[in-house]
C-alpha cells in the first residue's frame, strides 16, 4: 500500500545542532508540505512544494529549510536548533486536482 | 487573511450523547472545508469534507453542513462511542492553493 512515512518518530537534540526529519511518500504526490503541531495553536504551515525543484514558505517558515530533488522527499532542515522548535512535526501529501491530504504520523522533537 | 476558529476543548462526554464542535472560517472567497481527526499517538485523518455551500459532509456516523451564510462547518454526531475520542481538526482550502489552514484543534474525550 502506498504511505507517507516519516523519520525519526522521536528525537532530542541540543540548542544549536543541526537537524534533518525526513519524509517520504509513495504516492508519487506532487504536493507535499510540513506543518508543526503546537498546543493552542493546531497545525501551522512551514514550508511546501508543488513539485520537484519548487519549495515555498509558510507561515512559520524562519529557521527551517526544505529542499526537493525528488517526487518522494522532502527533508526539513533546521539550521540551528532552538528551545522554540520543540514541537511535533508532520509531513502531508496530496495530488493536483485532488482536496484530501495524507498525512504521516509525525515526529516529536525535544530541542534542550 | 484566512482562518478558522474552532470551540475551546476540551469537549467530555458521555457515551450515547450527542457531540457537537463548533467551526467557523474567515476567507476572501469560498473554500473547500475539511474535519480531520487525530487518534493518539497518530497523524491526521481526513473525517470529512464539502467543497461549496450547503454540502453536508459525512462519515463514520459524523456530519458537517457548509453554511456559507453563516461561515459555519460545525461537526455532529448523534451518538458518540468511546473510540470516536480523538482530537479533531477543521480546515479550509482556498481554490488557489493546495494549503491547508487549520484551527486549533478540539480534544474529545467519551466517558463509557
Known amino acids: 500500500d502506498a504511505e507517507i512515512t516519516q523519520s525519526p518518530r522521536h528525537k532530542i537534540t541540543e540548542t544549536g545542532r543541526q537537524v534533518t526529519l525526513a519524509c517520504h511518500q509513495t504516492?508519487?504526490?506532487?504536493?507535499m508540505f510540513w506543518y508543526r503541531q503546537d498546543l493552542g495553536h493546531g497545525l501551522r504551515l512551514i514550508h511546501y512544494?508543488?513539485?520537484?525543484?519548487?519549495?515555498n514558505k509558510g507561515e512559520v517558515s524562519d529557521g527551517y529549510s526544505v529542499s526537493r530533488s525528488n517526487t518522494e522527499d522532502l527533508p526539513l532542515t533546521l539550521e540551528s536548533a532552538a528551545s522554540s522548535q520543540t514541537s511535533v512535526y508532520f509531513c502531508?501529501?496530496?495530488?493536483?486536482?485532488?482536496?484530501?491530504?495524507?498525512f504521516g504520523q509525525g515526529t516529536r522533537l525535544t530541542v534542550v | 487573511g484566512n482562518s478558522v476558529t474552532q470551540m475551546e476543548g476540551p469537549v467530555t462526554l458521555s457515551e450515547e450523547a450527542f457531540l457537537t464542535i463548533n467551526c467557523t472560517y474567515t476567507a476572501t472567497g469560498y473554500p473547500s472545508l475539511f474535519w480531520y481527526v487525530q487518534y493518539p499517538g497518530e497523524g491526521l485523518q481526513l473525517l470529512l469534507k464539502a467543497t461549496k455551500a450547503d454540502d453536508k459532509g459525512s462519515n463514520k456516523g459524523f456530519e458537517a453542513t457548509y453554511r456559507k451564510e453563516t461561515t459555519s462547518f460545525h461537526l455532529e454526531k448523534g451518538s458518540v462511542q468511546v473510540s470516536d475520542s480523538a482530537v479533531y481538526f477543521c480546515a479550509l482550502r482556498m481554490d488557489s492553493s493546495y494549503k491547508l489552514i487549520f484551527g486549533s484543534g478540539t480534544r474529545l474525550l467519551v466517558r463509557p
Open positions: 512544494s508543488y513539485g520537484v525543484h519548487d519549495t
Open positions: 504516492w508519487n504526490h506532487n504536493n
Open positions: 502531508a501529501s496530496s495530488e493536483v486536482g485532488v482536496s484530501e491530504a495524507f
